[in-house]
């Protein structure tokens, strides 16, 4: 069992739509998670990171955490076309110099 | 402010090649990271390094080698090209964003190098 697992998709929703990204963990013993953005045949951008027991908000992006389920979400509300990209899920642990575990990554097409 | 920067960006080696792929940052970065990425397998971890003169290996390391001889630069190395190499590499440099717990770093990547062995 891979220890960050992500449904790679592909995922297409009409513009305006919410959005709903998922990653599963098994390994408890990590305390952030990031989320990355990555366009086509380009390097992943940092979108956004939280910790093990919070939930954060930036404008139309929202990462949740549940810990209970190991289950890690980024939301997307109303969807742009410019948002259309693969979507990487990470996970590190405070104490391996940043270190990161990766997602396979969500392929998202946003249509007009 | 460059951020992270990667050369080459292409390159196409023949079996049994060598060469050098030359990572920079000019964020001041402790952290550096060398990742491969390859369809249907996420980003993985070659080697990195937490600071000038150290390396340490990631989750797929055979057939690279890595030095960071200053603190702004992080080189891959492979000495014996494979098909098997043939990925986009990807280098990352990260700090910490605090002192407080949980300790977490932000990690930046470059645009990528896409590596074909023939």
């Known amino acids: 069992q891979k220890e960050v697992e992500q449904d790679p998709g592909p995922l297409s929703v009409p513009e305006g739509a919410i959005v709903s990204l998922n990653c599963t963990y098994s390994?408890?013993?990590?305390?952030?998670f990031m989320w990355y953005r990555q366009y086509s045949r380009k390097g992943p951008e940092l979108l956004m990171y939280t910790y093990s027991s919070g939930n954060k908000e930036d404008g139309r992006f929202t990462a949740q955490v549940d810990k209970s389920s190991k289950y890690i979400s980024l939301f997307i509300r109303d969807s742009q076309p410019s948002d259309s990209a693969t979507y990487l899920c990470a996970k590190g642990r405070g104490t391996s110099y940043g270190k990161l575990t990766f997602g396979q990554g969500t392929i998202l097409t946003v249509h007009p | 402010n460059a951020g992270v920067t990667q050369t080459p960006k292409f390159r196409v080696l023949k079996t049994g090649q060598s060469m050098t792929l030359l990572c920079a940052q000019d964020?001041?970065?402790?952290?550096m990271y060398w990742y491969r990425q390859d369809p249907g397998m996420g980003l993985r971890l070659i080697h990195y390094s937490v600071g000038e003169g150290t390396t340490a290996k990631g989750e797929v390391p055979d057939g690279y080698n890595v030095s960071r001889l200053k603190k702004q630069n992080f080189l891959l190395g492979l000495e014996s090209a494979a098909p098997s190499q043939t990925s986009v590499y990807f280098c990352?440099?990260?700090?910490?964003?605090?002192?407080?717990?949980?300790?977490?770093?932000?990690?930046?990547f470059g645009p990528g190098t896409r590596l074909t062995v023939t």
């Open positions: 964020m001041n970065h402790e952290y």
């Open positions: 990352a440099s990260s700090t910490l964003t605090g002192l407080a717990e949980p300790l977490s770093y932000e990690q930046y």
């Open positions: 390994n408890s013993a990590f305390q952030y």
